[in-house]
C-alpha cells in the first residue's frame, strides 16, 4: 500500500491570503501546504480521499493516474469543491466513478452538483465528471473492487465526518471527538494520518494536546498530522514531537 499525502493544510490554505506571518512567509516549501486530501494506492487500485480545491494540482504534482472511488469525509467545500476535475479521470476510467460517503454527505453534494451525480452520456464524451452515489454506514465495511474499507464516525463541531481505515491505515482528518467505536475501529493501526489544526483548542477541530493524547491512547506505529493551520511552522512543530509522531507535509508519500 502506498498512501501520499495530497494536502496537509487547513481550510484555508497555507499560505493565508493577506497574511504576512512566519509561516506563511516561510521559504521551508513543507510549509506550503494546499487543503487536506490522500490518495491509497493498493495493487492496481487507486482511491482518493475528498476533491479539495486543489486537487487538479495535486494530482499532477504527485503523477495520479489512478482513482477508482472517491471516499467522502463530509460535504465542506475544501474538501468537496474540486468535484468538476474529476472527469479527467471520467475519461481514463471511460466510466462513472463510484463515490461514497454517509447519506447526509452525498444528498448534500448531490444538491450542489446534482449534474456530477446525473446518468452519464458517454455518447457524448466526458464533459463533465461524473459520480455515482453509494451512501455508506459508519462500521459496516464495504468494498472497492478488492479493497476492504471501514468507515466510521467521527465528531466535527455540530455535524459528524466519516474516518476511513483501509489495512493498517487509516485517516481522520475534520474532527475534534472521536466516540467509543471509533477507538474500536483504530486499533492496531500501523500508520494513522490525523487532524491537528493548531496549538489552540478549536469547536471542530483537534488540537496538538488533544491529537497527541489520541496518539498514546491508540499507539499507531506512525501518526502523521494534517489539517494544519498557518500557526504551525513544519520544522518547530517536528522538534516537539517523539520520532513516531510527525507533521504531514504536501507529497509525502508513505509504503506500507
Same mark, same amino acid.
Given at each position: 500500500?502506498?498512501?501520499t !499525502?495530497?494536502?496537509? =493544510?487547513?481550510?484555508?490554505?497555507?499560505?493565508?491570503?493577506?497574511?504576512?506571518?512566519?509561516?506563511?512567509?516561510?521559504?521551508?516549501?513543507?510549509?506550503?501546504?494546499?487543503?487536506?486530501?490522500?490518495?491509497?494506492?493498493?495493487?492496481? *487500485?487507486? !482511491?482518493?480521499? %475528498?476533491?479539495?480545491?486543489?486537487?487538479?494540482?495535486q494530482?499532477?504534482?504527485?503523477?495520479?493516474?489512478?482513482?477508482?472511488?472517491?471516499?467522502?469525509?463530509?460535504?465542506?467545500g475544501?474538501h468537496?469543491?474540486?468535484? %468538476?476535475?474529476l472527469?479527467?479521470?471520467?475519461?481514463?476510467?471511460?466510466?462513472?466513478?463510484?463515490?461514497y460517503?454517509?447519506?447526509?454527505?452525498?444528498?448534500?453534494?448531490?444538491?450542489?452538483?446534482?449534474y456530477?451525480?446525473?446518468?452519464?452520456?458517454?455518447?457524448?464524451?466526458?464533459?463533465?465528471?461524473?459520480?455515482?452515489?453509494?451512501?455508506?454506514?459508519s462500521?459496516?465495511r464495504?468494498?472497492?473492487?478488492?479493497?476492504?474499507v471501514?468507515?466510521?464516525?467521527q465528531?466535527?463541531g455540530?455535524?459528524? *465526518? &466519516?474516518?476511513?481505515?483501509? =489495512?493498517?491505515?487509516?485517516?481522520?482528518?475534520?474532527?475534534?471527538?472521536?466516540d467509543?467505536a471509533?477507538?474500536?475501529?483504530?486499533?492496531?493501526?500501523? #500508520?494513522?494520518?490525523? %487532524?491537528?489544526?493548531?496549538?489552540?483548542?478549536?469547536?471542530s477541530?483537534s488540537?496538538?494536546?488533544? *491529537?497527541v493524547?489520541?496518539?498514546k491512547?491508540?499507539?499507531?506505529?506512525?501518526?502523521? #498530522?494534517t489539517? &494544519? =493551520?498557518?500557526?504551525?511552522?513544519?520544522?518547530?512543530?517536528?522538534?516537539?514531537?517523539?520520532?513516531?509522531?510527525?507533521? =504531514?507535509?504536501?507529497?509525502?508519500?508513505? *509504503?506500507?
Amino acid at each position: 500500500m502506498k498512501v501520499t !499525502i495530497l494536502g496537509s =493544510g487547513a481550510s484555508s490554505g497555507v499560505p493565508v491570503i493577506g497574511c504576512d506571518c512566519a509561516v506563511c512567509t516561510s521559504k521551508n516549501p513543507k510549509n506550503k501546504r494546499m487543503r487536506v486530501s490522500v490518495h491509497v494506492e493498493i495493487g492496481n *487500485t487507486g !482511491i482518493l480521499i %475528498d476533491t479539495s480545491p486543489d486537487m487538479r494540482q495535486q494530482v499532477l504534482a504527485n503523477h495520479i493516474r489512478k482513482v477508482d472511488a472517491v471516499l467522502y469525509t463530509h460535504e465542506h467545500g475544501d474538501h468537496s469543491h474540486g468535484i %468538476d476535475d474529476l472527469r479527467g479521470f471520467n475519461f481514463l476510467n471511460q466510466a462513472s466513478i463510484p463515490a461514497y460517503g454517509d447519506a447526509r454527505t452525498l444528498d448534500l453534494l448531490k444538491q450542489r452538483f446534482s449534474y456530477i451525480f446525473a446518468p452519464p452520456k458517454p455518447e457524448f464524451g466526458w464533459f463533465r465528471a461524473s459520480l455515482t452515489a453509494h451512501p455508506v454506514q459508519s462500521m459496516q465495511r464495504f468494498s472497492v473492487k478488492k479493497v476492504k474499507v471501514l468507515p466510521f464516525s467521527q465528531i466535527h463541531g455540530k455535524i459528524t *465526518t &466519516m474516518g476511513y481505515r483501509i =489495512g493498517d491505515f487509516a485517516y481522520s482528518t475534520d474532527l475534534n471527538a472521536l466516540d467509543d467505536a471509533a477507538f474500536v475501529a483504530l486499533r492496531n493501526l500501523d #500508520l494513522w494520518v490525523v %487532524d491537528c489544526q493548531g496549538y489552540e483548542p478549536s469547536f471542530s477541530h483537534s488540537h496538538l494536546t488533544q *491529537t497527541v493524547s489520541w496518539i498514546k491512547r491508540l499507539q499507531p506505529k506512525r501518526a502523521i #498530522l494534517t489539517h &494544519m =493551520g498557518h500557526d504551525m511552522d513544519y520544522e518547530k512543530l517536528k522538534a516537539e514531537l517523539p520520532p513516531h509522531i510527525e507533521p =504531514g507535509y504536501d507529497g509525502l508519500q508513505i *509504503t506500507l
